[in-house]
């Protein structure tokens, strides 16, 4: 089982920020899809840039959603994120 997405958020550059629900995040570059079936619809970048979270992945207005799983092994640079301890 892959974990969820917890927050997304696009950049100019069509990639995607993403924090999972196990406290890595990463981040999805979606340039090389951009050509493919119905990802062309996010080539716009006022289409790309309405990503949101929906159930347990992501989805844009137009109605293109993308697998967890996916999500998840496409990702680059996963890393858990630093929680701060404080001793007092």
Known sequence: M???VKTV???KNYELIIEFDNGESGILDMKPFLELGVFKKL?????F???????DT??????????PEFVYSKC????KAQQEHRIG
């Open 49 to 55: 840039k309405s990503v949101r979270v929906s159930f």
């Open 43 to 47: 080539k716009e970048l006022s289409e």
């Open 9 to 11: 958020s696009a950049s």
């Open 76 to 79: 680059h640079s996963k890393h």
């Open 58 to 67: 992501i989805e844009w207005n137009s109605g293109v959603d993308l697998d």
């Open 2 to 4: 892959y974990p969820s």
